[in-house]
């Protein structure tokens, strides 16, 4: 450009740049990590409370011949529901924090020349944190209903 006098490249200030951008991303890998454990944590622990309120029905429908199978099942579909449903209220919190830095967000990258974009999720990255989700609730289900029925066999 006609208009700029000197350029400086700063290379100590892009190393520095560089070394904050990998650490928020693996911040944010291990954030997430920990968000998912929490969520298969609360799932597991909700569909125990279930199983342990239902624990005499099970114990009569396993005397009549119920399999381990069979008695899961259901239970299995509460913990899909449970992680599909906290997958979309986990899109609806990410878009209403979209929506509240949008503002101060776009004044900042007008500072810089709008150089740079910032874009949500896209649909299949949200398709896939349902999906994630959903796993994630049928996982919870399967080892809390696992864990019940391996301590509570009929005998």
Known sequence: ??????????????????????????????LAILLALAALLVVGNTVRLDVQGRAEEIGVVQLLGASNAFVRRPFL????????MSGLLALLLVGAVEFALAAPL????????D???????????AIGLVVASAALGWIGAWLATSRHLALARPG
């Open 106 to 113: 776009h004044g900042l990258l007008r500072s810089y020349d």
């Open 1 to 30: 450009m006609s208009e700029v006098d000197l350029v400086q490249y700063d290379a100590m200030w892009r190393q520095r740049l560089d070394a904050i951008l990998a650490f928020t991303a693996r911040l944010t890998l291990v």
């Open 77 to 84: 579909y509460t913990g899909l529901c449970y992680g599909s």
């Open 115 to 125: 150089r740079f974009s910032v874009h949500g999720l896209h649909s299949t990255q």
